[in-house]
């Protein structure tokens, strides 16, 4: 209504202007003759306006479809005027004078738009661009798709698909969920309702796929449009725009497949500031386990900090070996890389070690993490976990080290296994050495996607062989996030957290493992329970419902940044901490399964058995819905 209006005075005055300072040669019209003329003008000149749908056009991003279209209409009603004053005005104007009033407004009009698109086109951020499909006989089939989203994203994307002859993609029209946009059009794009006629608009363009492009970083919202598309038998692919692209540089746009990573519910994490990036430069940093996936994706993202040098230490040669090739050719020789093969169960060794290189900042990323595993190797975890955590903190503390930072797990909160209580030990070991000049913390988060032996990685096998997918249990829920935003919460941690503290990660809502399955087989291009089956196979040994963050959810205080929390819980006495590791050592021996268990129980309060946790998890559901469904009945009014 708006462009319609100005459009109006654009045409009043062109009007007034033409015919006030060019009157007609043959004689002076009288003013209620020209006012008679230009509304049959405006008439005729508005009626092909509206014929050629000008005023569907988004003029945001018109291209030169819509400038020609315009100039069309206009001259077709210019035409039409001159046909209707030549055969049944008495008091004519010339032709000339015709064409002068509809070239004035044209000119006003159009001089408005460009204005109009070249402001918005400065406000995104780039120039004025103008696209239009191109014909090209000799061009490839391409891939006929519909964009999902008629936004600063989705447009852009036309733009770069229509303009570029060798794209595999040819987009037909948009869907978008913005009543002021549906109907409309975008050049010669037709901007489509996200309703229930999707289907019959698909079948009837021939569109093969669907391809999210909205400026969203809802997980839930790009799972919800996911499905909603997949409905139609189409594919559905998302536009990775560098901003969904977490922390890397040199991004560059693509259409990819849908990651399971998009859907994750979480608020994504992006970037390290100026002060995290200063803590780091300069620096001699070890990173014990640098050949696993957290502490491999540290060592990335560190390099790219510029350390003075980044030893590099882990008992896996040929992981921390490729891990070492890979750095040196992305920093061709910028850092400094230094590998060193031992164990952290070795305690001399890690004396040497520390000693020789003399870190300021250790991240201790070592560890045994597999649950069922650590319950039939109970020793194992001890000698690795607690054991290797104890050797590095005292090593660290001996040397000088300014800062040690522990890598725990949501397995430490009230454990149900052996793994989860040894990561709790490892826990109190750096909070008892509150009094030290180096300072001790923690970072505990949930499961990483993709990370090694991960459910990821698993389900990916299974649907790629036909299933089954396998789960433990209907109503497992775990914590989830990626492996680079977690490693960049821990490098953000290490630098602001005190002596003692242990700091918590906000993994966001948790999943259901069943959900998860379910997505991974629709991205893959399958129908849950249909083409690929799901089966339950009972919870492991020490496996647990449901994962926890906090120990005391009531004790926690939220640092400046909000995906950060800490955890005030006051820890062990250092005295109290030595008796136990004393203790541990000297219960270990290839016969000391039970006994190692029963120790560890002991020495952490909060390590319950799986089975008890689970049946008051149950349990605890059980009543929750039937009190829900009580209080959904409708209640006996009495009169």
């Not at 869907?175 to 059009?185: H, L, S």
């Not at 499961?447 to 991960?454: A, H, P, Q």
């Amino acid at each position: 209504m708006i462009l319609l209006l100005v459009d109006l005075i654009c045409f009043v005055i062109a009007t007034a202007l033409i015919l006030g300072i060019y009157p007609s040669s043959a004689m002076r019209l009288t003013t209620r003759i020209k006012l008679i003329h230009g509304l049959i003008l405006a008439g005729a000149v508005f009626l092909f306006r509206f014929i050629l749908r000008i005023y569907s056009q988004s003029w945001r991003y018109a291209n030169e479809s819509a400038y020609l279209s315009f100039i069309l209409a206009d001259s077709l009603g210019g035409l039409l005027y001159y046909g209707i004053s030549s055969q049944f005005m008495v008091w004519k104007i010339s032709f000339i004078h015709a064409l002068a009033i509809v070239s004035a407004e044209l000119l006003f009009t159009l001089s408005v738009r460009f204005l109009y698109q070249w402001k918005r086109a400065r406000e995104r951020g780039g120039g004025l661009t103008l696209f239009k499909k191109r014909k090209d006989p000799s061009a490839r089939i391409k891939t006929r798709i519909a964009i999902v989203g008629a936004s600063d994203m989705g447009v852009p994307l036309a733009e770069d698909l229509l303009r570029q002859h060798d794209a595999i993609y040819e987009p037909v029209c948009f869907f978008d969920n913005n009543p002021e946009r549906i109907g409309g059009y975008i050049g010669s794009l037709k901007i489509y309702a996200e309703d229930e006629y999707i289907p019959d608009v698909a079948q009837k363009l021939g569109i093969e796929t669907f391809v999210i492009a909205v400026p969203s970083e809802d997980p839930a919202y790009i799972q919800s449009l996911f499905e909603k598309y997949k409905q139609t038998g189409r594919q559905v692919l998302i536009y990775d725009f560098p901003h969904n692209n977490l922390g890397g540089e040199g991004k560059t746009r693509s259409i990819r497949e849908i990651n399971i990573e998009d859907l994750l519910p979480r608020e994504l994490v992006t970037g390290l500031d100026d002060t995290v990036t200063n803590y780091y430069r300069d620096q001699t940093i070890l990173v014990t386990g640098a050949g696993g996936s957290i502490g491999s994706e540290l060592c990335r993202q560190l390099c790219q900090l510029k350390p003075k040098l980044l030893v590099m230490l882990d008992i896996n040669e040929n992981g921390v070996y490729d891990l070492s090739q890979e750095l040196q050719l992305q920093n061709k020789g910028a850092v400094r890389l230094q590998i060193e093969i031992a164990s952290v169960r070795d305690s001399q060794k890690m004396d040497e070690v520390v000693g020789r290189y003399k870190p300021s900042i250790v991240f201790h990323a070592a560890a045994h993490k597999h649950v069922p595993l650590m319950e039939h190797n109970p020793e194992e975890a001890i000698k690795n976990n607690v054991l290797g955590t104890y050797n590095m903190a005292s090593a660290a503390e001996k040397h000088g080290v300014r800062r040690f930072l522990l890598i725990s797990t949501d397995k430490a909160v009230n454990p149900t296994n052996i793994m989860g209580a040894s990561k709790r030990l490892c826990e109190m070991i750096v909070q008892s050495r509150t009094g030290s000049a180096t300072d001790f913390v923690a970072v505990r988060f949930g499961n990483v996607l993709n990370s090694n032996g991960s459910v990821i990685p698993i389900f990916k096998r299974q649907i790629a062989a036909g299933g089954p997918v396998t789960i433990t249990d209907n109503e497992v829920i775990r914590y989830f996030m990626m492996i680079p935003e977690a490693a960049q919460l821990v490098l953000q941690s290490a630098c602001k957290a005190s002596n003692g503290e242990i700091y918590v990660l906000n993994m966001g809502r948790p999943v259901k493992i069943l959900d998860l399955a379910k997505n991974m087989i629709r991205l893959s291009g399958f129908e849950p329970y249909v083409d690929i089956d799901i089966v339950e196979i009972g919870l492991r040994p020490g496996e647990k419902l449901y994962e926890e963050l906090l120990v005391h959810a009531d004790s926690t205080r939220q640092t400046e940044d909000r995906h950060i929390f800490i955890e005030l819980e006051q820890g062990l006495e250092r005295a109290d901490i030595d008796n136990k590791i004393e203790e541990l050592k000297q219960a270990l021996s290839p016969d000391s399964r039970q006994s190692v268990k029963e120790l560890l129980m002991a020495l952490v309060p909060t390590y319950h058995e799986a089975e008890e946790v689970n049946r008051y998890a149950r349990d605890a559901a059980e009543m929750k819905e039937a009190q829900e469904a009580h209080q959904a009945q409708p209640k006996e009014i009495a009169l």
